[in-house]
């Protein structure tokens, strides 16, 4: 209710006048005097108010006779004067504070009331500013977030810098200026710490050029409390948003790579990251399932993401370690891939995706940015949302990979000759079974284990193994003799599966990792396992439809392969040696003194005499070696992952094996003829000719 002022003034000097002209003593005209005076003072303050006490002294002074009585009156007009004018100014404060505050609660008000219909975090805090501008008279708000190593960015131009916003995100309070301006504070500031999961997303920032009331400051922060809590709220609607479009995306997705280009449809603009990729350890390497890249670095990192040749990095250390590797500063790291920061990747992740019994993730998941973005835990909380999604996701696709991968097995075996399908077994296991990288295939024949296939540098396969042998080796347990066994030897492990059949045990599968002590765990042997019945089934089937096809490459009098079963093998070897980059030798042996022995002791002896060379070949040879006699006095020998080096030791070895046949004083000597793929020779046919050459040349030389 407002004062009705002018009237009181008119009201207070009509009084004094009605006093002096009724000749009432100037007591009487004395309150009038100082309702008159102390109206004035109020309302002009103290320096109309003495003017107006001075003004009412004179009066007194005309109509009062006694100095005295004129002296205390001018006192006392004084004083309600001053003390007038300090009442009004205590009531025009209070006003202007109540006026503050009301404005500051009608912003406080309708701020709650609008905040709520913000359905975007990013459109919250880009609008915020203008609407607390409108809403706050003379004051300008700035909105600032993390732009990473602890630095903060505004999300609009024209903000003024203040340590007062990196102060309110350290101490996680709010925090405003106390002094009045000066040269160091310009204007009087409040920054408001915005929070989201019990950490600072962004700071809100409000300048003025009046001071703060701590009433003030109660009802802002109050309403950055407020915003917080929309945040969050906002923020969960969209994980949970984002996990729903995931999830049922996944759900069609029909193999393991779909899943994977699924996935970073949706991570990538979710987390704000340029590019990244799903690796997937296999054989030894992390290759790529699926990849996003930007266009300008597609040429450059597209082999990268195919195959991480290099051993090291954030990926590496996230497979090894089984937790996610996070880093703000990526082109300061010593471990840093030359590729990623020559493209200026600077904010990187890898996050391990862990299916079930893994020990460690065998899929990596990598995010990166070329700017500086933080990780925080909204962020990191988005990460481990999906990666639960794609754990499961991969799970299914990789045992639906398997089932196929075995089915097509036994469907095409028959079409490979049979040598070749223990290789193609062996190949199978080794790419499906989580942290094979080589391995073996042995074999049950004729009561020994004899090394049908190989991959890598494993065990040695070059001769045949007894059944004690083979169990010592393996550590056959009487209760359990067909479950896998994971074996660790320094810096190698092998993981050993006996493949029985009717109650023996047909076949042993090694698998072997060459540098991870730990690669193998229960998901490994799990999958090897679904490999023991197909094996089975098949190297049973194997061992009677060899024994058809040998009738049909075997040599009928040495018992050696023949010249069709080389034809057949010699392409096989090369092709296999040339898609696992192996060194594969080849030798040619041509016999002497094989004539005189037919023409003095008849063919009969010539005969004896071949089947005497060829045992000698065969007790000579190692396992992985094959032997063949290639027509008439001429035989031929494969040697598997053997170089020039060691085909000449094996030549040596040989040539010695034969030069000990002898009968009735006339023995045997050989010449022979080596090559070398891929070092001498790029093909099948430059191999065997290559090879025939230097046998006739060693003959001439002879000669």
Request: proline letters at 4%; a neutral charge.
């Amino acid at each position: 209710m407002t004062l009705p002022y002018p009237l009181i003034l008119a009201l207070s000097l009509a009084a004094t006048a009605a006093a002096y002209a009724l000749g009432l003593a100037g007591i009487y005209a004395l309150p009038w005097l100082m309702i008159f005076t102390a109206t004035v003072a109020s309302l002009r303050g103290m320096g109309v108010g003495l003017a107006v006490a001075l003004f009412s002294v004179g009066v007194i002074y005309i109509f009062q006779a006694s100095l005295q009585e004129h002296l205390v009156m001018g006192a006392i007009l004084l004083l309600s004067a001053y003390l007038a004018d300090q009442v009004g100014a205590s009531l025009r404060r209070a006003h202007r504070r109540a006026k503050q505050l009301a404005q500051v609660q009608d912003v406080f008000l309708q701020g709650m009331e609008v905040v709520p219909r913000f359905f975007n975090r990013q459109q919250l805090l880009l609008e915020l500013p203008l609407m607390l501008s409108n809403l706050l008279q003379n004051t300008r708000s700035h909105v600032w977030v993390p732009a990473g190593d602890g630095q903060l960015r505004p999300l609009a131009e024209g903000a003024e810098t203040s340590p007062l916003v990196g102060q309110a995100v350290r101490e996680h309070r709010v925090v405003w200026t106390t002094q009045a301006p000066s040269r160091h504070w310009e204007h009087y500031e409040v920054a408001l710490p915005l929070r989201m999961r019990d950490e600072v997303v962004a700071v809100l920032q409000l300048v003025r050029d009046t001071p703060w009331q701590k009433e003030e400051l109660e009802l802002t922060s109050r309403l950055a409390r407020a915003i917080g809590y929309q945040l969050e709220h906002l923020y969960n609607l969209e994980l949970r948003r984002l996990l729903l479009a995931v999830a049922d995306d996944l759900a069609s997705a029909g193999d393991k790579r779909e899943v994977a280009e699924r996935v970073l449809r949706h991570l990538l603009p979710a987390l704000g990251m340029e590019a990244g990729a799903v690796l997937q350890y296999r054989q030894g390497y992390l290759q790529g399932l699926a990849w996003q890249l930007p266009l300008e670095l597609r040429a450059g990192l597209e082999p990268l993401a195919r195959q991480l040749t290099y051993r090291r990095g954030l990926a590496w250390q996230a497979y090894h370690s089984g937790m996610p590797q996070f880093t703000e500063r990526y082109d300061e790291l010593p471990e840093a891939i030359p590729e990623l920061t020559k493209a200026g990747f600077k904010s990187l992740a890898a996050y391990p995706v862990h299916t079930r019994d893994a020990m460690k993730g065998r899929v990596v998941l990598v995010l990166g940015s070329r700017t500086r973005m933080p990780w925080t835990r909204s962020r990191k909380e988005i990460l481990l949302g999906v990666e639960r999604l794609l754990s499961s996701a991969l799970e299914r696709a990789l045992l639906e990979e398997v089932h196929q991968r075995i089915n097509r097995l036994l469907t095409e075996a028959w079409t490979y000759p049979s040598g070749e399908v223990y290789q193609h077994i062996l190949e199978a296991a080794i790419e499906l079974v989580p942290g094979s990288e080589a391995g073996s295939l042995w074999v049950r024949e004729k009561g020994v284990y004899v090394c049908r296939a190989v991959l890598g540098p494993v065990w040695d396969c070059t001769k045949t193994q007894s059944e004690e042998e083979m169990q010592a080796w393996y550590g056959h347990v009487q209760s359990s003799p067909d479950s896998p066994r994971i074996r660790v030897e320094g810096s190698r492990a092998n993981l050993c599966l006996p493949v029985s059949h009717q109650g023996r045990v047909l076949a042993y599968l090694n698998l072997d990792s060459l540098e991870d002590p730990e690669a193998f765990a229960e998901d490994s042997l799990a999958t090897a396992q679904l490999f023991a019945t197909p094996i089975a089934s098949l190297v049973h089937e194997l061992k009677n439809r060899q024994a058809l096809e040998e009738a049909a490459l075997t040599d009928e009098l040495t018992g050696l392969y023949n010249r069709r079963a080389f034809e057949q093998r010699l392409v096989e070897e090369v092709e296999r040696a040339r898609r696992y980059c192996y060194p594969l030798s080849l030798l040619v042996l041509d016999l002497r003194n094989f004539k005189p022995i037919n023409d003095r002791l008849g063919h009969a002896m010539g005969d004896r005499a071949l089947v005497a060379v060829a045992r000698a070949l065969r007790q000579s040879q190692r396992g992985a070696d094959l032997v063949f006699r290639w027509g008439g006095d001429e035989f031929v020998v494969l040697l598997p992952q053997t170089d020039a080096e060691g085909a000449q030791a094996a030549a040596s070895r040989l040539s010695e094996a034969v030069s000990r046949v002898c009968l009735e004083g006339i023995c045997l000597l050989v010449n022979v003829g080596r090559a070398t793929f891929p070092a001498e020779a790029d093909s099948a046919e430059a191999l065997l000719a290559l090879a025939d050459a230097r046998m006739y040349e060693d003959k001439k030389r002879v000669k």
